[in-house]
T-cell receptor
């Protein structure tokens, strides 16, 4: 079965360190997205990609970057982690014809 | 811009109670509308959807009708179960192949036995 997987599922890091969260999907979807989920804010879009070598900023992109070198993967990098980036991060990919999103199980990041 | 507004939560119900979770939206054109559910410790998964006005999406006993005249997509279930305890998100996707979903803030439902 097709799926979308994230790693690591849990990560604790220190302020100022670089962190990369991996996302891998086997749906063969062109569209991929990164969201963060925080209490009181729901889901907020960080970055998204519509295909290989395409990346776009979402509403909360400061301090984050992504790259898309193939269809399957969209890693999210925090260049210099800050405590405000403590959150649960979700990767998703979408079916272009229906717009339906398929989510990974999330990565819980704690920045101390 | 596009936006989705959900009723404030959390909501606590007894088993077999009737559930309504309100959702209204602002968008141009004819967006598709979705309800996603997030069970504890998991990612979001699609619960139901509707792609045009007056469509009714349904799944697992939940229903929602796309009402363009009131720009609403309220979620209902006639008899909730403890296993329905989760966070529910309303979302919209504008028309177009590369549209991004806009989510509401989500509402936590707790069902007690």
């Amino acid at each position: 079965d097709a799926e979308i997987t994230q790693s690591p599922r849990h990560k604790i890091t220190e302020t100022g360190r670089q962190v990369t969260l991996a996302c891998h999907q086997t749906w063969n979807h062109n569209n991929m997205f990164w969201y963060r989920q925080d209490l009181g804010h729901g889901l907020r879009l960080i970055h998204y990609s519509y295909g290989v070598h395409d990346t776009n900023k979402g509403e909360v992109s400061d301090g984050y970057s992504v790259s898309r070198s193939n269809t399957e993967d969209l890693p999210l990098t925090l260049e210099s982690a800050a405590s405000s980036q403590t959150s649960v991060y979700f990767c998703a990919s979408s079916d272009q014809s229906t717009g339906e999103l398929f989510f990974g199980e999330g990565s819980r990041l704690t920045v101390l | 811009g596009n936006s989705v507004t959900q009723m404030e939560g959390p909501v606590t119900l007894s088993e077999e109670a009737f559930l309504t979770i309100n959702c209204t939206y602002t968008a141009t054109g004819y967006p598709s509308l979705f309800w996603y559910v997030q069970y504890p410790g998991e990612g979001l998964q699609l619960l139901l959807k509707a792609t045009k006005a007056d469509d009714k999406g349904s799944n697992k006993g939940f229903e929602a009708t796309y009402r363009k005249e009131t720009t609403s997509f309220h979620l209902e279930k006639g008899s909730v179960q403890v296993s329905d305890s989760a966070v529910y998100f309303c979302a919209l996707s504008p028309t177009g192949a590369n549209s991004k979903l806009t989510f509401g803030k989500g509402i936590t439902l707790s069902v007690r036995p």
